[in-house]
Nanobody, 116 residues
Framework: QVQLVESGGGLVQAGGSLRLSCVTSRSIFSINAMGWYRQAPGKKRELVALFTSGGTTNYADSVKGRFTLSRDNAKNTAYLQMNSLKPEDTAVYYC??????????WGQGTQVTVSS
C-alpha cells in the first residue's frame, strides 16, 4: 500500500500563486506516472498535469503556461507550481500515483480556492 500526502492548498487572490506538494511512501525513481487531478463542485475529476515514465509531462489545456509539474526523486515528492491563478482553478486537487502492477493511488485531496 502506498500513501500519498498532499500539502500546499489554500486561499489566494486571482493572479496569485500556490505550490502543491505530494509525498509518497514509496520511491518515485521508477514510478510509471504521477501528477495531479482536480475536481470542482458539480464537475467531474479532470487531469491537471501528469508525468510518465516515458519522460513526458502532460498538461490540461486550461493550465498550460501557468502550471508546472516537477519532481524530486530524493524526497519522493512531486510539486505543482501554480501561477496566475484564476477563479476557475478553484477545486479540490488530488495527487495521483501509479506503479507498474499496482492499483492507482490517490491522495486525500487539498482545497485550492481562488478569489476574484
Amino acid at each position: 500500500q502506498v500513501q500519498l500526502v498532499e500539502s500546499g492548498g489554500g486561499l489566494v487572490q486571482a493572479g496569485g500563486s500556490l505550490r502543491l506538494s505530494c509525498v509518497t511512501s514509496r520511491s518515485i525513481f521508477s514510478i510509471n506516472a504521477m501528477g495531479w487531478y482536480r475536481q470542482a463542485p458539480g464537475k467531474k475529476r479532470e487531469l491537471v498535469a501528469l508525468f510518465t515514465s516515458g519522460g513526458t509531462t502532460n498538461y490540461a489545456d486550461s493550465v498550460k503556461g501557468r502550471f508546472t509539474l516537477s519532481r524530486d526523486n530524493a524526497k519522493n515528492t512531486a510539486y505543482l507550481q501554480m501561477n496566475s491563478l484564476k477563479p476557475e482553478d478553484t477545486a479540490v486537487y488530488y495527487c495521483y500515483a501509479y506503479y507498474t502492477g499496482s492499483q492507482p493511488y490517490w491522495g486525500q485531496g487539498t482545497q485550492v480556492t481562488v478569489s476574484s
